[in-house]
C-alpha cells in the first residue's frame, strides 16, 4: 500500500516536499510515478523515477521546479516542488508504474493523494 503525504497550504513562490512511502513493497525494485489531479482538470502524469533511478518528466509546467529521488534513509520517493505557482493546486499521488520497473507514464498500484494548495 503506497501512501502519500507532505502537502499543505503554501505561498505562490514557496517549496514543498512530497514523500510516496510504501508498506509491504520495496520501492527500490518499482518504477514510481507522481501524479496529480487539479480541481476540475483530468489527472496527470507529473515525474517518474525508474528501478535505476532515471527520471521521466511528463508535465512540462513543471520543468525546471519539481523533481523526484528517493530517500533511501527513509525508503521513499519524494517530490521535490520549488516556485509555486497557484496552478499547482491539486491533490497529488504516487503510483507504482505499470511497467513496474520502468516508467510508462501510468500508474497501477496507487496510493491516496496528499492535498497542496498554493495561495496567497
Known amino acids: 500500500q503506497l501512501q502519500a503525504s507532505g502537502g499543505g497550504l503554501v505561498q505562490p513562490g514557496g517549496s514543498l516536499r512530497l514523500s510516496c512511502a510504501a508498506s509491504?513493497?520495496?520501492?527500490?525494485?518499482?518504477?514510481i510515478d507522481w501524479f496529480r489531479q487539479a480541481p476540475g482538470k483530468e489527472r496527470e502524469a507529473v515525474l517518474c523515477?525508474?528501478?535505476?533511478?532515471?527520471?521521466?518528466l511528463y508535465a512540462d509546467s513543471v520543468k525546471g521546479r519539481f523533481s523526484i529521488s528517493r530517500d533511501n534513509s527513509r525508503r521513499t520517493v519524494d517530490l521535490q516542488m520549488n516556485s509555486l505557482k497557484p496552478e499547482d493546486t491539486a491533490i497529488y499521488y504516487c503510483?507504482?508504474?505499470?511497467?513496474?520497473?520502468?516508467?510508462?507514464?501510468?500508474?497501477?498500484?496507487w496510493g491516496q493523494g496528499t492535498l497542496v494548495t498554493v495561495s496567497s
Open positions: 509491504g513493497l520495496t520501492l527500490d525494485f518499482y518504477a
Open positions: 523515477i525508474d528501478k535505476s533511478d532515471r527520471r521521466t
Open positions: 503510483a507504482v508504474d505499470r511497467d513496474v520497473g520502468y516508467c510508462s507514464g501510468y500508474g497501477k498500484y
